[in-house]
Nanobody
């Protein structure tokens, strides 16, 4: 089992920045990919960014050039979010994969003036 805990969400004005963190515990040695997903009210959960154990990344088109995913070590992942827009408002979830998927509880990001 893998446990995931997100932090760093909050309220920010358009154009501002936030950094989300995800702390993993448990069978972290089995994780091969980690990522961030988000879900806005009334919408389906969508991929924001993913990173593999060898550092390969991919991003949703809507966040390319503004968001950066990184892993500090085997159990810590970040999402640096710059130039935030109101449409980035959502609950952001940390995700990890080995032979199954694991999810954190989510952290709210609200972009509003």
């Amino acid at each position: 089992q893998v446990q995931l805990v997100e932090s760093g969400g909050g309220l920010v004005q358009p154009g501002g920045s936030l950094r989300l963190s995800c702390a993993a515990s448990g069978r972290i040695f089995s994780i091969n990919t980690m990522g961030w997903y988000r879900q806005a009210p009334g919408k389906e959960r969508e991929l924001v960014a993913r990173i593999t154990n060898v550092g390969s990344t991919n991003y949703a088109d809507s966040v390319k050039g503004r968001f950066t995913i990184s892993r500090a070590n085997a159990n810590t992942m970040y999402l640096q979010m710059n130039s935030l827009k109101p449409e980035d408002t959502a609950v952001y979830y940390c995700n990890a994969e080995d032979y199954r998927q694991y999810w954190g509880q989510g952290t709210q990001v609200t972009v509003s003036s």
